[in-house]
């Protein structure tokens, strides 16, 4: 039996709803139909989708590489002060993305401790490169992997690994064997989430690497430059980046419609 | 020869447990208790779950205490299979022996043989969430084997599956145990898994052993209140005298030494619910034994009534628990209720008198 919706929270709910989903109709209203196509084929519409395509994938493998391990510890290890660990790993959520983008630059800018450091011995400048994107993104997105992944661990415990090591599997074959197939649900939908993620981030890449096109100028940034010149471009590609999001949706909610 | 030695102190909060027993290569041993008696804490000590305070885990020849769990050879099966769900039923069976270092095809051909062993061949590709609780718990002993332990754990194995389908786990488990010959102690509070596995018992009560012997002698002769109250009889302890058995405030309970006593040694005196004759006031010029108890409880069992003692107004604490088994009808003819004060009355030939210390 289904529980009964109290009827005043109807109103409130629907204008919710419309909220997110107007705008979105709006802007497909808005598109210029017949210019589309040429429209989302300029080269510096496709410089930048190749460019967002590419860095977000990058930016989900480092998140993987990095994060994966990092939700492990968190959700496995009994370190003290893993609360504030925790809280840390957390901070880009709430933190305004410019902010993030500025202590990016403070710590890997030339006059930096760490690029400084990088720029003397190596010769390498990270800021205003597409590394300096992926890390932008990294920065920002690496929470959403991190939290997802660490939910799935907790939801499914520790009672297979324990079951693993009395079948004599090591701690290194428990996590590849078991460990990570238990929780493939959650490992794809993080991952998708912080593809996501990447894909919108613009507040923390324009500070941090800046807008050249074809090396930082991802879609966000290059809609954004659009619209304040070439208004139908912009709304082209943002009906590009709506239809990539609503796709991505689709793949991590998938397991849950079904 | 895989022979377990296991000698271990544990705190845990205010609980404390300081067990000794040995296992047999080869033998199957129940430890016995009820909640709260130190089962689990014990169990987990022996898997590797809580470091004891002190003592020592030896099997067969190798000290446990630093080993990691993988490297220790001890199988664990508990209530629930906790088959890995990703995986079908022959490759959970076939996961030990691929992770302790064979082949596939050799690990495959060591699942099916296991599979074969628990009547599961046909459930092989089977996933998990496509069994049902026996299915799964059938290929969870499969699975355990299989990577052939040196000592297999039993933590409560049939407690969680549905009581149709356990005997038939249960008879399948002692016939795959015994035909591997593998070291095992089980724990349970369930007796018939013990009657039906083990060669040998260990019970459990407050953290300490307070008995152990073979299966068949505890059983029949139980010197705790717990293990008598699993066997199903009713036991006084005391100390030996002519009549039978004199408690420590000095009421004599009539009775036979089916085996030499000497006079004032401990001992017990046991005899079957079913032998005690309930009155709501003294018979007179009855030979038998007569006890008054507060009625503290009724449970039907089987075709009878079963009738919990409890402790009267400045009554002998030793009558807390005793049980009467009468018919329903002479339940009906007394008209008692729990509280009313009762007369248990045994003749004593139907009383036992066995010395404690064994």
Known sequence: ??????????????????????????????????????????????????LSLETGLATMALCLLFGGPLAVVLARSSLPGLPFIRSVVLLPLVLPPVVGGLTLLFLFGRTGPVGGFLDREFG?????????????????????????????????????????????ASPATTLWRVTVPVVLPGLMSGSVLAFARALGEFGATI????????????????????????????????????VVAILVIVVSRTRDLR | MSRLEVDVAVTRGSFALDVSVTVESGEVVAVLGANGAGKSTFLGALAGLYRPDRGSIVLAGRALDDVPVHRRRVGLLSQSALLFPHLTA?????????????????????????????????LADRRPAELSGGQAQRIAIARALACDPELLLLDEPFAALDVDVTPAVRS?????????????????????????LADRLVVLDGGRVVESGPTAEVLRRPRSAFAARIAGLDLVPGRSCREGLRTAEGTVIGGVHPEPVADGEPAVALFSPA???????????????????????????????????????????????????????AVADLGVEPGDELWFTVKAAEVEVYPAGR
Request: aromatic share 6%.
């Open chain 2, 90 to 122: 022959r490759d959970n069976v076939a996961f030990g022996p691929r992770s302790t270092g064979s082949r596939r095809r050799a690990a495959r051909e060591t699942a099916d043989r296991w599979l074969a062993m628990v009547d599961a061949t046909a």
């Open chain 1, 1 to 50: 039996m289904r529980t009964t919706v109290p009827r005043f929270l109807w109103v409130p709910a629907a204008l919710a709803w419309l909220l997110v989903a107007i705008p979105v109709a709006g802007l497909v209203l808005r598109v210029d139909w017949p210019n589309f196509l040429g429209l989302v084929t300029t080269p510096s519409a496709l410089a930048a989708l190749r």
């Open chain 2, 172 to 196: 399948l488990l002692r016939r795959v145990v015994r035909a591997a010959g593998v070291t095992t102690l089980m724990v349970t509070h369930d007796v018939l898994d013990a009657v039906v």
């Open chain 1, 124 to 168: 390498i400048t990270i800021p205003f490169s597409t590394g300096a994107v992926m890390l932008a993104q990294t920065f920002v997105a690496m929470p959403f992997l991190v939290v997802s992944l660490e939910g799935a661990l907790r939801t499914a415990g520790e009672r297979y690994e324990a079951v693993a090591a009395t079948l004599g």
């Open chain 2, 275 to 329: 032998s005690v004759a309930v009155f709501r006031d003294p018979p007179k010029g009855s030979p038998r034994t007569m006890v008054p108890v507060r009625l503290a409880a009724m449970e039907p069992h089987g075709e009878l009534v079963r009738l919990r003692a409890g402790v009267p107004d400045d009554g002998p604490g030793w009558v807390d628990g005793l049980a009467a088994d009468v018919t329903p009808a």
């Open chain 1, 207 to 242: 500070t941090f690497a800046g807008s050249l096109e074809g090396t930082t100028r991802t879609l966000p940034l290059f809609i954004y430059l659009e619209s304040e010149s070439d208004l139908d471009g912009a709304v082209a590609m943002s009906l590009v980046l709506v």
